[in-house]
Each structure stands twice: as structure tokens, then as C-alpha cells.
């Protein structure tokens, strides 16, 4: 199963860059990992669930 960036917490919009980038600082290998393959399970996906804090209030 792959992850998909979009719907990553750590996927931010950067208004220096105009895109958006992943927020995790990753080091050359775990990158290169990402980068090349097609079926990579990031370590750092976590899910944009907004209303996550919501439900733990109820």
C-alpha cells in the first residue's frame, strides 16, 4: 500500500517556494529510499485528520 504525500500532516504549503514540500528532515539514504521507489512506506506519514483533537474532546 503505498502513502500518498497529499494527505501527509507533514506536507506543508511553503510560501518562500511557492509548492509544497515535506516538512520532515530526512537524511541521504532514508531520501534516496523515497525518491527512487514507487511502493516506499515513509516512516514519517501521518495522517491529516483535523478532526482528530475534536474527538477526544466528546
Given at each position: ?25 530526512m ?27 475534536v474527538r477526544?474532546?466528546?
Amino acid at each position: 500500500m503505498n502513502t500518498s504525500c497529499d494527505s501527509c500532516n507533514n506536507y506543508i504549503y511553503d510560501e518562500e517556494f511557492e509548492e509544497y514540500v515535506c516538512e520532515v528532515d530526512m537524511d541521504e539514504d532514508e531520501m534516496g529510499r523515497f525518491l527512487t521507489s514507487s511502493f516506499y512506506q515513509c516512516p514519517y506519514y501521518q495522517f491529516n485528520d483535523e478532526y482528530k483533537i475534536v474527538r477526544k474532546q466528546m
